[in-house]
């Protein structure tokens, strides 16, 4: 994970976009483990 990549999109009425790169199918499997990502 140490070469994850998070770009944070904010949109006008406050939602934000989280926007993962260079993920691998192991970092994957652990942040969807972890309910990180909905």
């Known amino acids: 994970m140490k070469n994850l990549t998070l770009t944070i999109k904010f949109k006008i009425n406050g939602v934000k976009n989280y926007i993962f790169a260079n ?16």
């Open 23 to 38: 993920f691998d199918w192991i970092n994957s499997l652990i942040v969807a483990k972890m309910n990180v990502i909905t």
